[in-house]
């Protein structure tokens, strides 16, 4: 049973350009969930996925943040002309619907966004 | 609003000795959720407990315990016989019937020195 996974771990990037980040939930899990955690600081959530339905998004995500999960599966995270106030880790995590089982979130090793 | 505040910021022990990590949150929900997190130097955040705030019973696995108490909105986590391998950040965190987000808390840092 493999976890959340997270593509790239680490990326360095110039201030102004784009940068994606990709998450693949544990398989049988329907909702999914972006984070950011800066240092020092708990997770803050940015947004979740019910299938491919985007159903709630923090007011965090600026207009320079997109998510996507165009099939329900996996899900990418795209940052325009990022900044240094972007730099932190992007944590993905999926949790199962059936409400009789789990509703905790699984998290993934994160991305780590280095802004310069 | 939801709020969970871990006033710890630090905590330092000698192996072998018990410690408890203090939790306390805020919601206007009726049914919630409580959790405890461990992150680990190695980064990656590790689920431990889900409690519901219908289920009031206390919880023990193995070393670990987790005192739920509605009256005082606090969710305490304690570690018995602590050891190395438990050096480590706590969070908790909370969800609610309106949204499955995780509202966490600033975290706690243990040490656990031999």
């Known amino acids: 049973d493999t976890g959340v996974s997270q593509d790239p771990r680490h990326k360095i990037t110039k201030r102004g350009q784009n940068v994606t980040f990709r998450c693949d939930p544990i398989s049988e899990h329907n909702r999914l969930y972006w984070y950011r955690q800066t240092l020092g600081q708990g997770p803050e959530f940015l947004t979740y996925f019910q299938n491919e339905a985007q159903l709630e998004k923090s007011r965090l995500l600026s207009d320079r943040f997109s998510a996507e999960r165009p099939k329900g599966s996996f899900s990418t995270l795209e940052i325009q002309r990022t900044e240094q106030g972007d730099s932190a880790m992007y944590l993905c995590?999926?949790?199962?619907?059936?409400?009789?089982?789990?509703?905790?979130?699984?998290f993934g090793p994160g991305t780590r966004l280095t802004v310069t | 609003a939801q709020k969970v505040t871990q006033a710890q910021t630090e905590i330092s022990v000698v192996e072998k000795e018990d410690v408890t990590l203090d939790c306390v949150y805020e919601?206007?929900?009726?049914?919630?959720?409580l959790f405890w997190y461990k992150q680990p130097p190695s980064g990656e955040l590790v689920f431990l407990i889900r409690?519901?705030?219908?289920?009031?019973q206390n919880e023990i696995s193995g070393r670990y315990s987790w005192n739920f108490q509605k009256s005082t909105s606090s969710f305490n986590f304690t570690i018995t016989a602590s050891q190395v391998v438990d050096s480590a950040v706590y969070f908790c965190a909370l969800s609610g019937d309106s949204s499955y987000k995780l509202i966490f808390g600033s975290g706690t840092r243990l040490l656990v020195r031999p």
């Open positions: 409690r519901n705030s219908f289920d009031e």
């Open positions: 995590a999926s949790s199962s619907r059936d409400s009789s089982t789990n509703l905790e979130q699984y």
């Open positions: 919601t206007r929900d009726t049914t919630y959720y």
